[in-house]
């Protein structure tokens, strides 16, 4: 499985992106995603996780009011929407994928494969 992610980039505080994560290799809908990020000298950080069936959602408490996670399976692509940005949303953001298992894991351990990483930069 491979996963690339698209999206990022400079944006005001206040402002919104969405990213993008294209999954090859498996079909999408075999594949449990999520969102995770890292800021410059900071923990790796669960954003997000959706089923494979987008039955369920997990979102990290202090962002389930500005993001939304989706998926559009014959497209084989996952969404981050990002709202009102703030400055310490700036960090690399990755997706992740779980062959079916793990639900909506926010343990980055419960995620088989992960994309590079795109970087999102907010400025104050």
């Known amino acids: 499985v491979q996963l690339v992610e698209s999206g990022g980039g400079l944006v005001q505080a206040g402002g919104s992106l969405r990213l993008s994560c294209a999954t090859s290799?498996?079909?999408?809908?075999?594949?449990?995603m999520a969102w995770f990020r890292q800021a410059p000298g900071k923990e790796q950080e669960f954003v997000a996780a959706?089923?494979?069936?987008?039955?369920?959602?997990r979102y990290a408490d202090s962002l389930k009011v500005r993001f939304t996670i989706s998926r559009d399976n014959a497209k084989n692509t996952a969404y981050l929407h990002m709202n009102s940005l703030k400055f310490e949303d700036t960090a690399v953001y990755y997706c992740?994928?779980?062959?079916?298992?793990?639900?909506?894991?926010?343990?980055?351990?419960?995620?088989?494969?992960w994309g590079q990483g795109t970087q999102v930069t907010v400025s104050a």
């Open positions: 959706i089923t494979y069936d987008s039955s369920d959602t």
């Open positions: 992740a994928a779980a062959v079916r298992s793990g639900g909506t894991a926010s343990s980055p351990r419960a995620y088989e494969y």
């Open positions: 290799g498996r079909p999408s809908s075999w594949l449990n």
